[in-house]
């Protein structure tokens, strides 16, 4: 059989001008029916396609939605959508796409604001770029990273000096609804050293994303940053990709070079977000109404981030972690705490006392600290937690005056310095401390011990 080519040679190359290669399957597209729909969960038959694939559900007037294979059953096929499902009608087209092969990259994402697959939020119009970068995991082998030995400068003066955080460390933000964890971000957005900041606004309430970007990110901090927003009202797998698209870009400027600073708010949200999908598709819960999939997806996430090959760039992660009621032996604050590099914990009973940030020196670790670090700044903030923590165990005899004078020394220090401590750890919202300023501010803390002796 003759090839058209040979017999009508004018009008075969008239129609490749209007063919769309990439549009064009390179085996035949098989579609497929919705077939029932429960809850978030979309049942097809008649495709058969991986874990992980993009389909688009087509209505018998036109309405799309794009929707991921999230399990199977012999022949019937699960899928969860990416927005809301309203319109569905059952014996809907079921299309096997690829959207998520490729994202725009570039210096042109810093100042903007987008949504959990790439689009702009932020009303800027769309953006084009010439690089692209392909959104599957690239796994960096552990032998091959580059070890955490450089601190990176927050801009807060307790984290540079007493809890002090290397390039590339991830390291969780354990904290309850209200206690600053917010306006810590923010402030770190703003003073860190960081050449990228890569903001990830997790299954936060829609006004508090707004009031984040407006107001305690402010337009100094948003022109050096990436947001990736996906507000509570999205579909829990939107926010699932939110989060992958986030530390995605993230992973981008690394490969460039550049040390990123990673802000994910919040874990404990992707956490949930990867429960409603699992329990929606039928697997079993485990601890405490979590399934296993959820503590498997954290460190899958969470691992991505760190230092790239020597001589590549870093990103230093912090994984915010909601402690409902302030509890930290929530399964996800728990398993969190295991794989980080450390934690800072807020409390609320210094955000009651109005010591802001209200970090908790005591119950907060980094565990890089000792090998970034001299000896003499280790020995200081040693000093420091010492100080402090004889002081609060104190506090009570202190108050009440049940506590003589000269019975103990070293409380009697304590007691003496702790406003000056109090003092320290204490920042303003707009107040900026690089690490060399931390450090020193440290050292001449523990230095007054004359002005008090006296």
């Known amino acids: 059989m003759s090839h058209p080519a040979d017999t009508h040679p004018s009008l075969y190359d008239s129609l490749q001008r209007f063919r769309r290669y990439d549009l064009v399957p390179d085996t035949p597209l098989v579609t497929g029916r919705l077939t029932r729909m429960v809850g978030l969960t979309l049942e097809a038959i008649g495709i058969q396609v991986s874990v992980g694939r993009n389909c688009l559900i087509i209505n018998r007037d036109g309405r799309e939605v794009e929707a991921e294979v999230v399990g199977f059953n012999n022949d019937i096929t699960y899928l969860m959508p990416v927005q809301r499902v309203e319109g569905l009608q059952p014996g809907a087209r079921v299309v096997p796409i690829d959207r998520r092969s490729a994202l725009v990259m570039g210096e042109h994402l810093c100042g903007r604001v987008l949504n959990g697959v790439g689009r702009p939020l932020d009303g800027l119009g769309d953006m084009n770029s010439v690089s692209r970068s392909a959104f599957k995991i690239q796994e960096i082998n552990p032998l091959q990273r580059h070890p955490i030995d450089t601190p990176l400068d927050v801009g807060i003066r307790a984290i540079n000096s007493l809890l002090t955080v290397g390039k590339g460390q991830r390291i969780g933000l354990f904290a309850g609804s209200g206690v600053g964890k917010s306006v810590l971000m923010g402030m770190m957005t703003r003073f860190t050293s960081a050449d990228i900041v890569v903001v990830g606004l997790i299954g936060e309430r829609g006004r508090e994303v707004k009031e984040f970007i407006d107001h305690i990110l402010g337009p100094e901090g948003l022109s050096k940053s990436v947001v990736v927003a996906s507000p509570a009202d999205d579909a829990p797998l939107m926010r699932l990709r939110a989060a992958q698209l986030a530390t995605r870009i993230a992973e981008y400027f690394r490969d460039q070079g ?184 440290l050292q001449q803390v523990l230095m007054r011990q004359g002005d008090h002796g006296s």
């Open 258 to 441: 550049r040390n990123v600073l990673l802000l994910m708010d919040s874990l404990s949200r992707y956490g949930q977000a990867q429960r409603e999908i699992a329990l929606a598709i039928g697997e079993p819960p485990a601890t405490k109404g979590y399934p296993p999939s959820v503590f498997s997806k954290i460190p899958e996430l969470v691992e991505r981030a760190g230092n790239g090959e020597k001589g590549g760039g870093s990103i230093t992660a912090f994984y915010t972690v909601l402690t409902e009621g302030d509890d930290l032996q929530d399964p996800i604050a728990d398993s969190a705490r295991a794989i980080l590099d450390g934690h800072i914990v807020l409390s609320r009973r210094l955000a009651e006392e109005g010591v802001y940030p209200a970090i908790d020196i005591e119950a907060s670790i980094s565990r890089v600290m000792p090998n970034i670090v001299d000896p003499a700044h280790l020995a200081r903030a040693q000093q420091f937690k010492r100080l402090l923590a004889k002081y609060r165990a104190n506090q009570d005899l202190v108050t009440i005056g049940a506590y003589t004078k000269g019975s103990d020394p070293e409380l009697d220090e304590a007691i003496a310095r702790y406003p000056d401590l109090m003092r320290f750890v204490s920042q303003g919202m707009r107040e900026g401390a690089s690490y060399n300023d931390s450090t020193q501010q």
